[in-house]
């Protein structure tokens, strides 16, 4: 028997709250190790997550098994800081970027729903 893969969310302020739900009903993830079946899979979400914490959660993992950490990330890594609070390394530049990006795409999902 397979171990069940250990699913890492960061949720709360700059976090992904949606997606312990959408791995829940779409347990399906591409990686480069093999596709993943999350069927079954521990979802644990960590609000306001910091390396600290995620690295408490993964020793809670299997020996040997999967963990998949869902989480904000920019060229130069994680975007999370180190520990409970700590300053994000990506600093204020970084996350500025991000919630851009986040604002164009709610916007194009309003323009998208807009009658033709």
């Known amino acids: ?13 700059h976090g992904l709250e949606e ?8 347990p399906h993830e591409p990686s480069p190790a093999g ?14 997550a910091n390396l600290d914490l ?3 959660e993964m020793g809670r993992a299997t020996r040997g098994g ?7 990330a920019y060229d130069e890594g994680l975007l ?5 609070g700590a300053r ?3 600093g204020k530049a970084a996350i500025a970027r991000l919630l851009d990006v986040s604002r164009a795409e709610h916007r194009a999902r309003q323009i998208r729903a807009m009658p033709a």
């Open 88 to 90: 994000l390394s990506a």
């Open 19 to 26: 997606a312990a739900d959408y791995y829940q009903k779409f």
């Open 35 to 48: 596709d993943l079946n999350l069927a079954g899979a521990v979802i644990t979400r960590i609000r306001n």
């Open 66 to 72: 999967i963990v998949l950490l869902v989480c904000h």
């Open 80 to 84: 999370m800081p180190v520990a409970t």
């Open 54 to 56: 995620v690295l408490q």
């Open 1 to 13: 028997m397979v171990d069940p893969i250990h699913v890492i969310v960061h949720t709360g302020e």
